[in-house]
Nanobody, 123 residues
């Protein structure tokens, strides 16, 4: 099983960026998917999660209305579209998969993790 997050980069405040997660080695349609981030010197935090069907989506208040999580089962990929980015969104972003298909907020519910992609928002 492998998850690979990509698409990070440097963007100015107010800009947009989409990070992607490529999933291989599992039946993606049965799994929940979550995005987490970890800023320098801080703990990893939940950003957004999506259930196996895509019918349940959750995100933290700090990104609500700005970030959107989605998935493409045909391509075995998940995405995090980030708009109106702020300097405080700067972090390494990770994708993770949970076998219960929920897209939990709790990181310990996820079995597999990607390696992370750096997102830097300049002011």
């Amino acid at each position: 099983v492998q998850l690979q997050a990509c698409g990070g980069g440097l963007v100015q405040a107010g800009g947009s960026l989409r990070v992607s997660c490529v999933v291989s080695g599992l039946r993606f349609s049965n799994w929940g998917l979550g995005w987490f981030r970890q800023a320098l010197g801080k703990e990893r935090e939940f950003v957004a999660g999506i259930s196996w069907s895509g019918g349940s989506i959750d995100c933290v208040d700090s990104v609500r209305g700005r970030f959107e999580i989605s998935r493409d089962l045909a391509k075995n990929m998940a995405y995090l579209q980030m708009n109106s980015l702020k300097p405080e969104d700067t972090a390494v972003y990770y994708c993770a998969a949970d076998s219960n298909g929920v897209g939990y907020r709790e990181s310990n519910e996820y079995e597999f993790w990607g390696q992370g992609t750096q997102v830097t928002v300049s002011s």
